[in-house]
Each structure stands twice: as C-alpha cells, then as structure tokens.
C-alpha cells in the first residue's frame, strides 16, 4: 500500500509521464485518422491542420481502393507476410533449438559464426546476385528466401530455450524420445510466447517490407502493398496532376498510411498476450 506523501508524489509523477507519453504515441495517429477523413474544404479552412474533423469524407478511401492494383498487391503482401513468417519461425526455431543444448558439438564457433553475420555481410551487390542465380528475380521468393532467418531471432529463441530445466528434456531421452520429438512435444510447446514474439517481428516485417520489392521484383503484378502505396504517394504529388485533383493531396497520403498500417495494427490484439510474455524472457523468477 503506497503512503507518505513523497510516495504520493512520485506516482503523480510516474503517472504524468506516462500520460505524456500516450498522448504522444496518439496524437499522431489520430492526426493521420483526421486528415484522411477530412473533406477538401475542410482541410482549407483550417490551414491543412485538423485534429477532429467536424465533417467527414471517405472520398479519399474510395480513390485509393478503386485501384485493382491495390486488391492485388495486397494478395501479394498477405502471402508473403504469411508463407515468409511461416518459414521464418521453422528455420529459426530449427537453428535455435540445436545452439540451445550445451552438448552440441562445435557449439562455440557455430554461435561466433552466427553471430559475425550481425556485424558484417556480404553486400547488397553480391546478394542481388545470389538471388539471381538461384532464379528468385520477380517471384515473391525473392522477398522470403533472402531474409528467411534473422540473427538477432535466432539468439532470442535460443536464449528461452536454455531456461527450459534441462530435466525435462534429460527425462524425455531417458524414455526413448528422440530430439526432433523433444523439440516437437517439449521444446515447441513451452515456447510458445518466445515464438509468438519472434513471429510478430517477422510478420511486422514483412509486411512493411519496401526495399526488396523495388530491388527484387520489376513486374508490377507482383509489388506488394508498401510498393503499390509509395505509387500512390507519388502520383498525388505530381505537379501536373494538382489541378485535376479533387481529394487533397494530404487526405490520399494520410488514407494510404492507414491502408497500409491497419491490417498489422488489427492482428496485434490477438497475439499481445504472448507478445507480453516474450518480452519477459529474461525476467528475473522467484
């Protein structure tokens, strides 16, 4: 129970900083809402600044996804959001696993090995070149394979599954497991929140991937979302398409955001649970 009035003061201090913090993590997003919905006449009557818009318009929404291209291009981040975050979690928990028992052979320079690819790699030249070679140009391989296992994953997997107690892993080889069974029926599903975390950083990634597509992929039937978005973006600011426009260009800017961030901001609910527990990992138990 807090008493005392110093106690006193420094929740009333803890709680003021933390509320400036909300607010500066909503005030953004809620501009970017505003002006989306915002009608034209709005936006000039206020000076291109608006907070709570007092009329809305969905005219920009209706612009941005009268596009077909936007439909398919979000096939395209959809599939590789999920197939890429699938692969993702099965590569890094089958490399996380092994590096996990201090009975590996070789254990020591494997872990030095992987992680010198935190520090060093070999290139952007030299891996568009990889991905050529294997035939990867133009098909969404191109933005899974390259980026299939993350280093720093890797390691956060690795870590919670040194936590595990050893005796359970000691007691299933006793009767008989082999180790892909002690990974399928111990290891995995006591890693779950671990996992989950891991999966959100990839799938996050994914979906907000830019560079490869444009790097990777020149067939437009293939750009994914971001791609698609950083087209449209740039079609609303083309100076001979200014005097054509009816929906400011703020308003398809800010409505794009939305498009863009919304599909990733409505799974994040489901998974915050175990999100939480992941970032736990290296708590303190007692």
């Not at 990733?264 to 736990?280: D, R």
Request: glycine share 6%; aromatic share 12%.
């Amino acid at each position: 129970m807090v008493s005392g009035k110093s106690d006193k003061a420094f929740n009333v201090f803890i709680y003021t900083i933390l509320l400036v913090v909300a607010v500066a993590a909503i005030f953004p997003l809620l501009y970017v809402i505003s002006m989306s919905l915002t009608p034209y006449s709005e936006v000039i009557k206020h000076g291109g600044f608006i907070i709570i818009p007092k009329k809305i318009s969905f005219e920009a929404y209706e612009r941005i996804f009268s596009d077909p291209a936007l439909g398919r291009s979000m096939l395209v981040t959809v599939f590789v959001t999920v197939i890429g975050t699938l692969v993702n979690i099965i590569l890094t928990t089958l490399a996380a696993y092994p590096l996990s028992r201090k009975n590996l052979p070789g254990r020591s320079f494997f872990l030095l090995f992987i992680i010198i690819t935190m520090l060093f790699n070999g290139g952007l030249i030299p891996t568009y070149l990889i991905v050529q070679s294997l035939g990867m140009l133009n098909t969404v391989w191109s933005l899974i394979v390259p980026g299939a296992i993350a280093t720093f994953n890797v390691l956060i997997l690795k870590s919670f599954l040194e936590s595990l107690p050893e005796e359970l892993f000691e007691s299933a080889r006793i009767d008989g497991a082999k180790e892909f069974r002690v990974l399928w029926q111990i290891a995995l599903p006591l890693s779950v929140p671990s996992m989950m975390t891991v999966g959100l950083f990839y799938m996050v990634g994914h979906w907000n991937s830019f560079f490869s597509a444009v790097l990777y992929i020149t067939d437009t039937k293939l750009y994914p979302l971001q791609v698609i978005i950083r087209n449209m973006l740039l079609l609303t600011q083309s100076s001979e398409l200014q005097a054509e426009v009816t929906v400011p260009t703020a308003a398809m800017q800010m409505a794009a955001v939305i498009a863009g961030s919304l599909p990733i901001i409505a799974v994040y609910p489901f998974i915050q649970k175990h999100f939480t527990k992941g970032m736990l990992l290296g708590a303190i138990k007692g």
